[in-house]
């Protein structure tokens, strides 16, 4: 029974150490105390709008800093970035969505970026 409390207070010692482990984040001039709160304000972002919607001057900003974090930035810019737009996604979602300078399109995961 002395082993299990002591593997208990182990595993629950390496999760307050995780926990504790914010790492504080910048991103387009704003600073974040951790990833979550990055997380909750480019969600509530995304909310703003409505599917159809083109991003302001002032969201698109941020959302090019975001996406130059993009593990596969390069090829979600392609040509060049115009401007961005909200759309619809799977299963009842939207996402935000890159408009070339060529017209194209390309979706991207804001999680990806962070």
Not at 10 to 34: C, S, T, V, Y
Not at 62 to 78: D, Q, T
């Amino acid at each position: 029974m002395a082993d299990y409390r002591f593997m208990i207070k182990i595993h629950n010692q390496r999760i307050e150490q995780k926990m504790a482990r914010a790492i504080p984040l910048q991103l387009a001039g704003i600073d974040f105390a951790k990833k979550g709160d990055a997380l909750l304000h480019v969600r509530a972002m995304l909310q703003r709008y409505s599917p159809g919607e083109r991003v302001s001057q002032e969201d698109e900003g941020f959302l090019r800093e975001l996406l130059s974090r993009h593990s596969n930035a390069a090829n979600k810019v392609g040509s060049g970035v115009d401007h961005f737009m909200v759309r619809s996604a799977d299963y009842g979602t939207q996402c935000f969505w890159v408009v070339r300078t060529d017209g194209s399109t390309e979706r991207f995961s804001y999680k990806e970026c962070l």
